[in-house]
């Protein structure tokens, strides 16, 4: 329903898109990946109309209706009700029985209808916010990191929505199994080309690189006669019984053209710093509480764990129950109401959070403050890091006041890379960065000759590294010895609302 033709755009010496093709059919789901910085976020704005192209053509259907799910939950009336009617359409501004079918479709009751927005759990602030949404009768759903700010029964209920819809939908996320499980067709942004294919990701990027690695023989068999070709010239072009048959290979040569080199797309090499532990034991946490008042209820009661060595210990649930909170404790940001955390003596830690973007010297440039997590560290290492964060060459030389918030958790995530540690304390640390990147990282979560405790969302990556979870659900705090699949089979979420 949306054809996109020889589309051009370009930011200085940039080009993000060189004759760029591809259509959105009816009934289809995409997928977009592509590389943080090759312009999935700019061509959606483009599709919106929020931003310029240099030329080419966007064609929409006249009345196909395209609905954008903002990632940010920004809620303004006071009711659940109202703030769902904002999305109808002028015309039918007072059909608020319209709204209510909706509502009731995703699971909210009558008494929720004048219930505040703020009221309710991340998982029914979303289906809110796709009320509103669905409310404007849209044809196609354009969802940009949708899951970035959802918890992950919230993350489970939106993925069996979409499976469900319809309609179209546009979907950029960096996490890579629920796309493809929503997804019907990927495109990928690639060397400023759209590429398109029925499948998953792994289909298209293993497409991809056949593809790649034909052009490569292809492009050196013909270097290597092009070569033949010139020195027969060379040779021949003089001699008066060979000109004409020299003059010819040349005129070959021009029409034929000369294939070029791919450029490198390098492979992001992330690894953490790990530190030698002897002791089989790096801390423990004992019947610890808090909360923030200092007084009961608590948001963690009596709540015990033991970290050994190379535990991979996942802290998963609901948004807005006490995971980041638990972390921070953990990790000596807040301090227990009661209870005890003991540590070894020579514990070395780490800790991602985003409170600890205040940390970050606005006058440094991100090489600098990721050489300031640690004194050995050379300028190579640290560029090493950056590009590996998506700061490559130039861009590594940014100070930290012109970073935006994504940009600056890239550069936290540096400075704990770059530090030598036996623990490490991450809070949803692949937030921001793109499926390849998501890859080294969680890569280098796996090969961390240390321990690591992280909060996270994300199915695919507690599948790869996760050796215990600490569950928030049901309103209570459990630690699972196991992995996730094991937690789904053994346990499960609660469908209970809270």
């Not at 289809?28 to 080419?56: A, C, P, W």
């Not at 227990?336 to 514990?347: D, Q, T």
């Not at 800790?351 to 990721?370: A, C, R």
């Not at 006041?401 to 623990?423: A, N």
């Amino acid at each position: 329903m949306i054809k996109i033709t020889d589309l051009n755009k370009s930011y200085g010496d940039q080009v993000l898109f060189d004759n760029l093709n591809f259509a959105v059919n009816r009934g289809e789901k995409i997928g977009l990946v592509g590389r943080n910085g090759h312009g999935k976020s700019t061509l959606f704005q483009m599709i919106l109309g929020n931003v310029s192209y240099d030329s080419g053509t966007i064609n929409i259907p006249r009345n196909y209706r395209i609905g954008y799910m903002q990632q940010h939950l920004n809620f303004t009336k006071p009711t659940v009700l109202e703030e769902a009617c904002l999305g109808l359409r002028p015309e039918e501004e007072y059909d608020t029985w319209k709204v209510e079918k909706i509502l009731f479709g995703l699971g909210f009751t009558e008494t929720d209808m004048n219930r505040a927005p703020a009221e309710f759990s991340g998982g029914y602030q979303i289906r809110l916010n796709l009320a509103k949404l669905l409310a404007s009768r849209p044809d196609m759903l354009m969802l940009d990191e949708p899951n970035n700010y959802l918890d992950i029964v919230a993350i489970r209920w939106l993925e069996d929505f979409l499976k469900a819809w319809r309609g179209e939908f546009i979907l950029i996320t960096h996490d890579r199994n629920f796309m493809d499980s929503v997804a019907t067709h990927i495109v990928a942004i690639h060397r400023t080309k759209a590429k398109k294919i029925e499948g998953d990701t792994e289909k298209l990027y293993t497409q991809i690189n056949q593809e790649e690695e034909i052009y490569e023989k292809t492009r050196l068999n013909e270097a290597k006669a092009r070569r033949q070709t010139e020195l027969f010239i060379a040779r021949f072009k003089a001699k008066a019984s060979f000109a004409a048959r020299a003059q010819s290979r040349v005129k070959k040569l021009e029409k034929q053209g000369e294939m070029k080199e791919l450029a490198d797309i390098a492979d992001l090499e992330l690894y953490f710093n790990s530190a030698h532990f002897a002791s089989n034991q790096m801390m423990s946490a004992e019947d610890i509480s808090f909360s923030y008042s200092g007084q009961p209820p608590y948001i963690i009661d009596k709540f015990s764990l033991t970290v050994g060595k190379r535990d991979r210990i996942c802290i998963i649930g609901r948004n807005g129950k006490g995971k980041t909170t638990l972390l921070r404790v953990l990790a000596r940001e807040l301090s227990p109401v009661s209870g005890e955390i003991k540590r070894h003596p020579a514990l070395k830690e780490g800790y991602f959070g985003q409170t600890n973007k205040l940390n970050l010297v606005d006058q440094n440039n991100v090489l600098e403050e990721i050489m300031s997590a640690d004194r050995n560290c050379t300028e190579g290492r640290a560029r090493n890091i950056a590009g590996g964060l998506m700061f490559p060459g130039d861009n590594a030389l940014k100070t930290i006041k012109v970073l935006s918030g994504g940009e600056k958790s890239r550069v936290l995530l540096g400075k704990i890379l770059v530090t030598p540690c036996h623990l490490l304390f991450l809070d949803e640390p692949t937030n921001h960065l793109d499926m390849q990147s998501c890859d080294s990282l969680i890569e280098a979560i796996d090969e961390f000759d240390g321990s690591v405790v992280m909060v996270t969302h994300d199915e695919q990556h507690l599948r790869a590294v996760a050796t215990k979870l600490i569950v928030f659900d049901n309103n209570k705090v459990i630690t699972y010895e196991g992995g996730y699949d094991d937690f789904l089979r053994d346990i499960g979420w609660s469908d209970e609302r809270q």
